[in-house]
């Protein structure tokens, strides 16, 4: 099977599209957030499978224009959650956590943690990928707009070439908000964002 993933910034060099939108790297490389580096901080994206298959990894986004030197700086695990329930009251399930393999200050770009144990995903699942870490990078408004992705047909909602979507296609759905975060190396159920900003989790997920 191959493996599909998100690609907001535009090096899935598995797609056969030639017509993929190309996102530009994140527009704030380096925020300055001393509680994330004190206390850490959980980023996550909210996704909905619309194929079955599983779900393999998550990835995360190491900006060069960090110092990644100390352990703190990250990334520290990867996480996903199956979302069982909706506002006003959300809630959901851990079914993975696993450490990202050590990395060099050096090692930058998309990093992957693969899952000890890939997870099921049915059909119109709602997910969220989680990623802990000191440092991270974002760019506001980026799920203000869908996302481009393996075979991805930005009016297609529901193609089975579409298998996996994140961004604001995913608003139709019972909630809004898709790039979220939480303070704290305590592992949580995300429930907050803010001005949809986007902060360059990823996942791998392999279609049936």
Request: glycine share 10%; proline share 10%; hydrophobic share 35%.
């Amino acid at each position: 099977m191959v493996s599909f993933y998100a690609d907001p910034l535009g090096t899935n060099t598995q797609s056969p599209r030639q017509d993929r939108r190309n996102y530009s790297l994140p527009a704030t490389p380096e925020p300055d957030d001393p509680t994330a580096m004190t206390y850490g901080v959980q980023l996550g994206i909210r996704f909905v499978t619309q194929v079955d298959g599983v779900i393999t990894a998550v990835k995360f986004w190491r900006s060069p224009n960090h110092d990644w030197t100390g352990t703190q700086a990250g990334p520290g695990w990867g996480m996903i959650w199956h979302q069982t329930s909706f506002a006003p009251s959300p809630g959901g399930m851990l079914l993975a956590q696993d450490d990202f393999p050590a990395a060099a200050p050096t090692d930058t770009g998309w990093l992957t943690c693969p899952l000890s144990a890939p997870v099921a995903a049915a059909r119109s699942s709602y997910f969220i990928a989680v990623v802990q870490t000191g440092r991270y990078s974002l760019t506001n408004s980026l799920h203000s707009t869908a996302l481009p992705y393996y075979g991805y047909d930005p009016g297609g909602f529901g193609n089975p070439s579409s298998p996996v979507v994140m961004g604001a296609t995913v608003n139709s759905s019972p909630f809004a908000l898709n790039g979220l975060y939480a303070y704290g190396g305590v592992p949580t159920f995300l429930t907050q964002g803010f001005l949809a900003t986007g902060y360059y989790v990823d996942v791998v997920f392999e279609p049936d």
